[in-house]
């Protein structure tokens, strides 16, 4: 595609639900990227992909967090038992060959927990 | 740590130019990036300079990047009420992988 495409773009759950958000990076590009923007804590790594390397999770804040990306594309970030401070924008990019490329960014997903 | 510092508003009005200052940490950093983020959207790249460029200048936008002090600028000339929106300057962190971004300045252009 064009860009980078997220899904939803908006979501509402309550306390305690697992909820899967959804990451299209753009055609081509090797690197995946998921960040977290909060109003608190500005914006935030959470999770890098490279190929068919063993994923960067260094910025995960709990095990409650994981992602996969399937077939070098598609990425889902899993948020287990959701907690009312997950409530965040949670913006995905991606970049055409490693982080040193341009990382271009998705509308982000608005998670709302009750 | 690794930090990047942003003043939080900048307030201008139409027509005139603007300066958004960006102090870092990692002087390892390669690329130094500007991103703008409008209201309810996503982060959009701006520009971007190598660290071993002083000034990169893109039409109205440029960057001016000192080394020695770790302070990146973005100047917007002739400023627009569209310009309106957070900028934000980020870094590769010293891992490599992920952007290390500042908490961003609101830019308030009035006409």
């Known amino acids: 595609g064009a860009g980078v495409s997220q899904s939803p773009s908006n979501k509402v759950t309550e306390k305690g639900k697992d909820v899967e958000l959804r990451c299209d990076p753009i055609s081509g590009h090797t690197a995946l990227y998921w960040y977290r923007q909060s109003l608190g804590q500005g914006l935030e790594f959470l999770i890098y992909f490279q190929g068919n390397s063993a994923p960067d999770k260094s910025g995960l804040p709990s095990d409650r967090f994981s992602a996969e990306r399937t077939g070098g594309s598609v990425s889902t970030l899993t948020i287990q038992r959701t907690q009312q401070e997950d409530s965040a924008v949670y913006l995905c990019?991606?970049?055409?060959?490693?982080?040193?490329?341009?990382?271009?960014f998705g509308p982000g997903t608005r998670l709302t927990v009750l | 740590g690794e930090d990047v510092e942003q003043s939080l508003f900048l307030s201008v009005r139409e027509g005139d130019s603007s300066v958004i200052n960006c102090t870092y940490t990692d002087s390892s950093s390669t690329y130094l990036y500007w991103y703008k983020q409008e209201p309810g959207a996503g982060l959009q790249l701006l520009t971007y300079?190598?660290?071993?460029?002083d000034m990169k200048q893109d039409q109205r936008l440029t960057v001016l990047l000192n080394k020695k002090d770790k302070h990146l600028s973005l100047r917007i000339a002739d400023t627009q009420t569209g310009d309106s929106a957070i900028y934000f300057c980020?870094?590769?962190?010293?891992?490599?992988?992920?952007?290390?971004f500042g908490k961003g300045t609101t830019l308030s252009v009035s006409s």
């Open positions: 980020a870094e590769i962190g010293q891992a490599g992988t992920a952007l290390i």
């Open positions: 300079i190598f660290s071993n460029m």
């Open positions: 990019a991606s970049s055409f060959a490693s982080s040193t490329d341009t990382q271009y």
